[in-house]
Structures are given as C-alpha cells and as structure tokens.
C-alpha cells in the first residue's frame, strides 16, 4: 500500500475509508447541530477536506491506500487526548504529562508530519495535470499548512511557555 497508493485496494481498507468518512460525516452534523461551528471552525475545515478526499476513494476506488495512510495521524490523537484531559485538570507538573510532552513530538513526528510529507511528495507527480490526483494534491497542502500550524501551536505551548502567565488566554490551552 505504500508503493501503490492510487490503485492499491483491499477490502479493509475500502472499508476503513467508508467508515471514517461516516465518523467525518457525523462529527461535522454534530458539531453544526451543537451550534459549535464557530468555536470548532478549524475541525470543519479539516472535516470537509477529509470527506472531499476519501469520497475518490469510496466513489472511484482511487487512491483507498492514500486515504489510509492519512488516517494514521489519528494515532496521535491518543497522546493529543492525553495532553488535553492533563491540562484540563491542571496537572502539567505531573511527571506523565512531561513524558507525555515528549512522546507527543515523537509520535506527532512519525504518525502526522512522515506521512503527510510522504503523501505530498507522491502526489507532486501530478502538478501540471488535471485530474483527482492534483485535487488530492491541493486538499493534502491544505492540511500539511493545518498540521504545521498544529505543530507549531504544540511545541510553543508545551516547549516555550510564556514568562508571565496571563489569565486573558486562560482557556487557549483547548485549541492548541
């Protein structure tokens, strides 16, 4: 599935894809329904992208291998998770959350930012043409500049915290 991402299939993987695609289809219903579109803007972006690229998988049977090598960034959502529920219960000092803190660039760096950067580099072949391939390529920039950002937001939040703790942003820790 590596070497043949656009027509490398199995059941499973079809499969995978169908289901993800219902769970993007359900959290962005939920989060419209729940009128927290405007806070969660940023998750509906990601959504719409995601469904935009795993319909060519379910619809074309294209490109099924891609949209599973996508979904390996849901692995750091464990430790992301774990992060999050820590600072909710303001347990930074925890010696967990510190090794948490570095597990995250770890498994941030081999689950999110390697694949993305190996997908990218397999859709470039595709500039210049028009087809679902460089549709793909610019839904995959789109979310390489959000998983950059998200990035960036980990490593000032956890790596470079501020001098003066400033009560205005008290709650920014939920998004970053």
Request: hydrophobic share 50%; aromatic share 16%; glycine share 4%.
């Amino acid at each position: 599935m590596l070497v043949d991402i656009e027509t490398g299939w199995s059941l499973s993987s079809y499969l995978l894809v169908c289901f993800s695609t219902g769970y993007f289809i359900h959290d962005t219903v939920d989060i419209v329904v729940s009128n927290q579109a405007e806070a969660s803007w940023e998750y509906l972006v990601h959504h719409v992208m995601a469904l935009a690229a795993f319909f060519s998988g379910i619809f074309q049977n294209r490109f099924v291998s891609g949209g599973v090598l996508t979904l390996l960034v849901e692995v750091s959502n464990i430790f992301l998770t774990i992060r999050m529920m820590m600072k909710i219960n303001n347990a930074q000092n925890h010696p967990l959350y510190r090794i948490n803190k570095y597990v995250n660039l770890v498994v941030y760096f081999f689950f999110r930012l390697a694949p993305q950067a190996y997908l990218t580099q397999f859709f470039l072949q595709y500039v210049g043409q028009r087809t679902l391939g460089t549709f793909l390529l610019g839904v995959l920039i789109m979310l390489d500049i959000m998983i950059l950002i998200y990035f960036f937001r980990l490593l000032r939040s956890d790596f470079c915290p501020q001098r003066v703790p400033s009560q205005q942003h008290k709650d920014k820790f939920l998004t970053e």
